[in-house]
Structures are given as structure tokens and as C-alpha cells.
Nanobody, 124 residues
Framework: QVQLVESGGGLVQAGGSLRLSCAAS????????VGWFRQAPGKEREWVAT????????YYADSVKGRFTASRDNAQITVYLQMNRLNPEDTAVYYC?????????????????WGQGTQVTVSS
């Protein structure tokens, strides 16, 4: 069992930046593929990014490509989502998710382990 805890959410003005963190208990991220998702009020959960364990590559949704960067720390203990040039459409609860093997990055059913989410609010 892996427990994930997100942090770093908050209120920011449009154009600003935030960095979210996701920490894992009982396991390091070296053996896990990690995804970031978000869910805005009244909308379905949306895939944001995935750091693939197998390929070492990172994949992004078109809506965040060029603005968001997902990364791991060298110790593989924490995963980050750096969010720049935020706009009000980025307002959502952000979740990190993980699993040992993920074949469809954007499908939330691909991930067994989920954090509790952290709120990001972008004001105009």
C-alpha cells in the first residue's frame, strides 16, 4: 500500500506560479509511475501530466504543455508539479496518483494510489 500526500496548493493571481509537492510513504517513487490530475467543480477529473517509470519520460496534457513541469527529486521521495503562467481555468483540486505500471497515462483507472488532493485557486 502506498500513501500519497499532496501539498503546496493555494490562492494565486493569474499569471503567477505555484509548485505542488507529492510525497509517498512506505515506498519511493523510483518504482512508480506518477500522474497528476485535477478536478474543477462540476467537471470530470482531468489528466495533467505523467512521469513514466519505464521510459523516464514525462508527458503533458495539451492544456498545460509549456506552462507546467513535472519532476522528481534525486532521492525519489518527492514529486513536484511546477505550474507557471496560471490562469483561472487552472483552478481545481489537484491530485497526484501512482502505480507500478501505467499503460494509459491519461486514464485515472490506470492508477491505484491517490492522494487527498490540494486546492489551487487562480484569481483573475
Amino acid at each position: 500500500q502506498v500513501q500519497l500526500v499532496e501539498s503546496g496548493g493555494g490562492l494565486v493571481q493569474a499569471g503567477g506560479s505555484l509548485r505542488l509537492s507529492c510525497a509517498a510513504s512506505r515506498r519511493t517513487f523510483s518504482s512508480l509511475t506518477v500522474g497528476w490530475f485535477r478536478q474543477a467543480p462540476g467537471k470530470e477529473r482531468e489528466w495533467v501530466a505523467t512521469l513514466q517509470r519505464s521510459s523516464g519520460r514525462t508527458y503533458y496534457a495539451d492544456s498545460v504543455k509549456g506552462r507546467f513541469t513535472a519532476s522528481r527529486d534525486n532521492a525519489q521521495i518527492t514529486v513536484y508539479l511546477q505550474m507557471n503562467r496560471l490562469n483561472p481555468e487552472d483552478t481545481a483540486v489537484y491530485y497526484c496518483a501512482a502505480d507500478t505500471s501505467v499503460y494509459v497515462n491519461s486514464a485515472y483507472s490506470s492508477y491505484r494510489y491517490w492522494g487527498q488532493g490540494t486546492q489551487v485557486t487562480v484569481s483573475s
